[in-house]
């Protein structure tokens, strides 16, 4: 008998550190991380990890063999800085990586017999503001409004959303005996800022590089202008983004992938809440034209009514709670001790 299990991507990563704690505090199955890298000893404890590639097929061959897969969170991606640098790594990753993935679940689900969820975060970078006018023009902009992205990383996220899409509704006609095999759920997200771990390779850094610097005591010069503005959610509203939609009753919704966001600030107002707290921060502005031109193609906003609706999405950090109730005190706490 194969030992039933919840599988997560990428989990070395921010969101992969956030989710561990949190589905390891009240899932009865068991979890299995698969990352490049290994996992930092304090949720290595947690699950079970195999340290390989997305890409290697008999690695992913073997872990089916052992597990019955039921959910899949698939974070493993380049983010948006990174992937310009090399974009047909970031293409083979992201796209060839999330495929063999879809594909993987839908052949779980019919030796199941039973749906395989497959929950996808998806990105903000989805989508590309032709110029900052529009971009002023449009302040929460809907799931289905300029779906044009810039980045190599923005077309990868908004195609392999289709392609969810697509696996989700080519296998239901294929068995139309049965229910729906593979369940995909994909949120987009806006920036992320976690008080525990600091990304890499993304467009949107700047925020928590600025927070992080500051509460180390060290000089930071941020790579977008003071007026550069996107929306940023707190990793644990993050989170529970992921698994409250995961948990949502499948008729419940009324489209696959969700906008969710929490709170817009400009760079120049992210530094004002970063000072209010450490009020001998050292910040700059050297801004970097192609991370800039990221940021200016993003939206300054998202709607997410569709996800308050659905299945009764509401942030619990808004920017100030953000601040004064998870980001300052824990990461005052990490870097203290
Ligand atoms: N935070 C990501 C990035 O900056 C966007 O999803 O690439």
């Known amino acids: 008998m194969r030992k039933k299990g919840i599988l997560i991507t990428g989990a070395a990563g921010e969101i992969g550190d956030a989710l561990i704690r949190s589905l390891a505090s009240r899932d009865q199955y068991?979890?299995?991380?698969?990352?490049?890298?290994?996992?930092?000893?304090?949720?290595?404890?947690?699950?079970t990890h195999i340290q390989g590639d997305i890409m290697d097929q008999s690695m992913l061959a073997r872990l089916v063999s052992e597990y019955e897969i039921a959910t899949i969170y698939h974070l493993a991606a380049l983010l948006s800085t990174r992937a310009e640098f090399t974009p047909e790594a970031a293409h083979k990753v992201n796209v060839e990586g999330t495929l063999g993935l879809l594909k993987l679940a839908a052949e779980q689900s019919q030796w199941r017999g039973e749906p395989v969820l497959f929950i996808f975060p998806s990105s903000i970078a989805a989508y590309g503001m032709p110029d900052l006018e529009t971009k002023?023009?449009?302040?929460?902009?809907?799931?289905?409004?300029?779906?044009?992205?810039?980045?190599?990383?923005?077309?990868?996220?908004?195609?392999?959303?289709?392609?969810?899409?697509?696996?989700?509704?080519?296998?239901?006609?294929?068995?139309?005996?049965?229910?729906?095999?593979?369940?995909?759920?994909?949120?987009?997200?806006?920036?992320?800022?976690?008080?525990?771990?600091?990304?890499?390779?993304?467009?949107?850094?700047?925020?928590?590089?600025?927070?992080?610097?500051?509460?180390?005591?060290?000089?930071y010069e941020c790579f977008v202008s003071p007026e550069a503005c996107i929306p940023f959610m707190a990793m644990p509203d993050a989170v529970i983004a992921l698994?409250?939609?995961?948990?949502?009753?499948?008729?419940?919704?009324?489209?696959?992938?969700?906008?969710?966001?929490?709170?817009?600030?400009?760079?120049?107002?992210?530094?004002?809440?970063?000072?209010?707290?450490?009020?001998?921060?050292?910040?700059?502005?050297?801004?970097?034209?192609?991370?800039?031109?990221?940021?200016?193609?993003?939206?300054?906003?998202?709607n997410d009514n569709d996800a308050r609706r659905d299945w009764s999405w509401k942030p619990e950090y808004d920017v100030q709670r953000a601040f004064s109730e998870y980001l300052v005190p824990n990461i005052r706490n990490r870097y203290q001790g």
């Not at 006609?173 to 600091?198: E, Y």
């Not at 700059?284 to 998202?302: C, E, H, N, T």
């Open 243 to 302: 698994t409250h939609l995961a948990n949502a009753p499948q008729s419940a919704l009324s489209r696959r992938v969700y906008n969710v966001t929490s709170f817009s600030l400009t760079a120049a107002e992210f530094k004002d809440w970063v000072v209010k707290y450490f009020p001998d921060a050292q910040i700059s502005f050297k801004p970097d034209l192609k991370r800039q031109g990221i940021v200016d193609s993003w939206p300054a906003g998202l």
């Open 136 to 219: 002023a023009r449009f302040p929460h902009v809907r799931e289905w409004e300029w779906n044009y992205p810039k980045t190599m990383y923005g077309c990868n996220k908004l195609y392999c959303e289709l392609l969810g899409i697509y696996y989700s509704q080519h296998f239901r006609q294929l068995a139309a005996d049965r229910p729906v095999m593979l369940d995909f759920r994909g949120v987009r997200f806006p920036g992320l800022i976690s008080a525990f771990t600091v990304p890499s390779g993304g467009t949107s850094d700047y925020g928590p590089e600025m927070l992080h610097a500051a509460a180390q005591h060290l000089p």
């Open 30 to 47: 068991q979890i299995i991380t698969l990352d490049v890298r290994p996992l930092p000893t304090e949720t290595s404890s947690l699950v």
